[in-house]
């Protein structure tokens, strides 16, 4: 299996464009997780979803955050407009249940200049 | 008051060393722990879960404190390649959500 799938790996845009995140979670896993990391606060949860159904969107930072979901094997987290202060490291995550091993991407790491 | 609190280090560590870390969670309902180690400008990968009777995999051990609320991580007989920041994880009972400590820093020096 090629793991969970991030693109793009790396996004550097203007305050006030709108960024789109991409991730293709590990087949067979019902569970999908948006992760913000900074060097300040860590590793935060901003959304998950099981079975494509969003559970708890209690971490989405505002009204500027969006996640989808549309089928098992896609999810997109959305920004719009972005600011400076969304610049960080966003990871999805899947797993297979709600045990705690997650399965992590590679990141996407977004610059908002 | 963080829900899992961890001392950031650096902890500077000779190859063949053996280091621990300690880690302190809030929530008393909290119902699984885990490690979860972290490579730099990589993603957080599954070290190991920590049972309540503590466990080994290899040269880590991990073990619970239920009642004073805090987890451990020991790591014998170093590598250049035990080399991370470990992050503690704890998941609270009757939910799916994982709570990630800022994570300890760990650099081993030949």
């Known amino acids: 299996d090629a793991g969970v799938i991030q693109s793009p790996r790396h996004e550097v845009t203007e305050m006030g464009q709108e960024v789109t995140l991409r991730c293709k979670p590990i087949?067979?896993?019902?569970?999908l997780f948006w992760y913000r990391q900074t060097m300040m606060r860590g590793l935060e949860l901003l959304i998950y979803?099981?079975?494509?159904?969003?559970?708890?969107d209690s971490g989405m930072p505002e009204d500027r955050f969006s996640a989808k979901m549309p089928n098992a094997s896609f999810s997109t987290l959305k920004i719009q407009p972005s600011e400076p202060r969304d610049s960080a490291v966003y990871f999805c995550?899947?797993?297979?249940?709600?045990?705690?091993?997650?399965?992590f991407g590679p990141g996407t790491r977004l610059t908002v200049t | 008051r963080k829900e899992v609190e961890q001392d950031p280090g650096p902890f500077n560590v000779p190859e063949g060393a053996t280091v621990a870390f300690n880690c302190t969670y809030s929530?008393?309902?909290?119902?699984?722990f885990f490690w979860y180690r972290q490579d730099c400008r990589k993603e957080p990968k599954l070290l190991m879960s920590?049972?309540?009777s503590g466990n080994e995999d290899g040269r880590f051990t991990a073990q619970l404190n239920r009642a004073s609320q805090y987890i451990s991580l020991l790591i014998r007989d170093s590598k250049l390649s035990d080399s991370a920041t470990y992050l503690c994880?704890?998941?609270?009972?009757?939910?799916?959500?994982?709570?990630f400590g800022t994570g300890t820093r760990l650099q081993v020096f030949p």
């Open positions: 995550a899947s797993s297979y249940d709600s045990n705690g091993e997650q399965y």
């Open positions: 994880v704890v998941k609270a009972y009757n939910t799916d959500k994982l709570i």
């Open positions: 979803f099981n079975n494509n159904v969003p559970i708890d």
């Open positions: 087949s067979g896993h019902d569970y």
């Open positions: 920590v049972y309540s």
């Open positions: 929530n008393s309902a909290s119902q699984s």
